[in-house]
Nanobody, 117 residues
Framework: HVQLVESGGGSVQAGGSLKLACAASEYYRTHCMGWFRQAPGKERVEVAHIDNDGTTSYADALKGRFTISRDNTQNTLYLQMDSLGPEDSAMYYC?????????????WGQGTQVTVS
């Protein structure tokens, strides 16, 4: 039962960048992983996912600004976010997903807050 801990969020000005991290407790290299976000008053939505072979996929609106990556030696998932705008303000979560999809296969962590002003 993998446990996930997100970090790296914070406050940034529009146009800035942040890099989020998601540390996994175990069996990380066998998992396909995804990032999600939830803005206040809105549903949680998909951001990006990465398979265990490194294949990536992004929500259409985020292509070109966000980059998902993984370090299997550190059991860590990353999300590099560039050219941030206020619309990117949200709580960001990672999860284990079914490979090639955004279908979650793990519990949610506590998330990490991103605020863009």
């Amino acid at each position: 039962h993998v446990q996930l801990v997100e970090s790296g969020g914070g406050s940034v000005q529009a146009g800035g960048s942040l890099k989020l991290a998601c540390a996994a407790s175990e069996y990380y290299r066998t998992h396909c992983m995804g990032w999600f976000r939830q803005a206040p008053g809105k549903e949680r939505v998909e951001v990006a996912h990465i398979d265990n072979d490194g294949t990536t996929s992004y929500a259409d609106a985020l292509k070109g600004r966000f980059t998902i990556s993984r370090d299997n030696t550190q059991n860590t998932l990353y999300l590099q976010m560039d050219s941030l705008g206020p619309e990117d303000s949200a709580m960001y979560y990672c999860a284990v997903v079914a490979c090639g999809t955004f279908i979650t296969r793990s519990d949610w962590g506590q998330g990490t807050q991103v605020t863009v002003s």
